[in-house]
């Protein structure tokens, strides 16, 4: 179900707040067919019914994408300036806060836990480089005896 809470984001000014509804990745899911069509793009929820018939890529495009987070798609294809502030006619709220992945200076989570243990992938070549380096002078010792 919808909610509606406030936002200062509307550019109107300071201490000026803007209801903002808040909408469920389930409800943006129920509305995927060519009747009503809602698309997610960067946590924010757009109704692009009206827009079907004239999106310049084909209706085709915009029915793949109907009820889901298109945000990867929508940066994929490089949209213009233009397309972008066409959006915001489109614009009907906000996916609510529980529904959103966290965001962490990266798209996708799961690469963030991958580097994490990036440091393996380095430390294990030096660790075994160094362990040679010993094993290397202790069984071929210098050189340098004195006679």
Not at 68 to 92: C, N, P, T, W
Request: aromatic letters at 12%.
């Amino acid at each position: 179900m919808a909610t509606a809470g406030a936002s200062g984001s509307d550019g109107k000014g300071p201490g000026v707040e803007t209801p903002v509804t808040y909408y469920r990745l389930e409800e943006v899911a129920e509305r995927n067919s060519s009747k009503e069509i809602w698309l997610v793009i960067h946590g924010r929820v757009y109704d692009i019914t009206r827009f079907l018939n004239e999106h310049p890529g084909g209706e085709e495009v915009l029915l793949e994408q109907a009820g889901a987070d298109a945000s990867e798609s929508f940066e994929d294809v490089g949209h213009s300036s233009d397309a972008r502030e066409m959006l915001k006619q489109y614009y009907i709220g906000d996916v609510h806060p529980n529904d959103l992945k966290p965001e962490s200076g990266s798209k996708d989570p799961s690469k963030n836990d991958t580097c994490r243990s990036c440091w393996s992938y380095w430390i294990f070549p030096i660790i075994g480089a160094i362990l040679l380096g010993f094993l290397y002078r202790y069984y071929y010792p210098s050189e340098s005896k004195s006679s």
